[in-house]
């Protein structure tokens, strides 16, 4: 089997999204993993480049208590998940506030000073690495909707059956490299092991917006 790197499956995915997409996209990465294959998505076709932090919603220091996520302009509860776990309101509700301020401070330290992209009546690739889980793209996913996307595309290398069946009833259409019998892990792997860093985050985001220096580090 052939191991590609991120960056080799976004050019990968970038071939197929030029046959489904006839207007300028906007690319948006969900995870740092994603953001090298979306870089090159966006490269291809020219797109400006941005990123949706999402944060899971959990019980610290207890096991097995995820009861949700949070994305810009999106709340996913799972209500009952909340119910089993016996969470007031009040708690809930906190936590979600609070992920909320850690994502916009994320997503501020990603996007390195350039503006969030304005959505409305877009088309909007939601590129990932296919590592995330099934509850992040859906938190993603509503909040690109809610933030104006009218037709979302999700591209990543491979997605397990969760996370297709999470896509299918997200998003508008979903383009993987391998269907899900091929653990992502298999296949995609960076040469040197090494995880993306904020700063090259940063860089590429900038890398994609006019007027904006796409420079690595503080």
């Known amino acids: 089997m052939v191991t590609l790197t991120r960056a080799e499956a976004g050019r990968r995915l970038a071939l197929g999204l030029s046959s489904v997409v006839t207007d300028m996209p906007v690319v948006l990465a969900l995870s740092p993993g994603g953001i090298r294959v979306a ?4 490269r291809s076709f020219g797109a400006v480049l941005d990123v949706i932090p999402v ?4 019980v610290s220091g207890r096991l097995h208590s995820t009861f949700g996520a ?9 209500s009952d998940r909340v119910a089993q776990l016996g969470l007031p309101d009040d708690y809930v509700n906190a936590m979600a506030t609070l ?14 000073g350039a503006p969030p992209v304005e959505l409305t009546g877009r088309t909007v690739v939601l590129a990932d690495d296919g590592l995330s889980d099934s509850l992040a793209v859906a ?3 509503r909040g690109l909707r809610d933030l104006g996307a009218t037709r979302l595309i999700y591209a990543a ?3 397990s059956r969760a996370l297709r069946e999470a896509v299918s009833a997200a998003c508008d259409q979903c383009l993987l490299l391998y269907d899900e019998a091929v653990p992502v892990e298999a296949f995609v792997c960076e040469a040197d092991f090494s995880q993306t860093t904020r700063f090259e985050v940063r860089a590429m985001v900038r890398r994609s917006r006019p007027g904006f220096a796409a420079v690595v580090g503080p």
Do not use: F, K, M
Not at 55 to 58: I, S, T
Not at 99 to 112: D, K, L, N, Y
């Open 39 to 42: 870089s090159e998505i966006a």
């Open 55 to 58: 944060r899971r919603l959990e």
């Open 70 to 78: 949070v994305a810009d302009a999106a709340t996913l509860i799972q």
């Open 99 to 112: 992920a909320h301020r850690e994502i916009a401070v994320v997503a501020s330290a990603w996007r390195g």
């Open 139 to 141: 938190a993603a996913a």
């Open 157 to 159: 290398p491979s997605a």
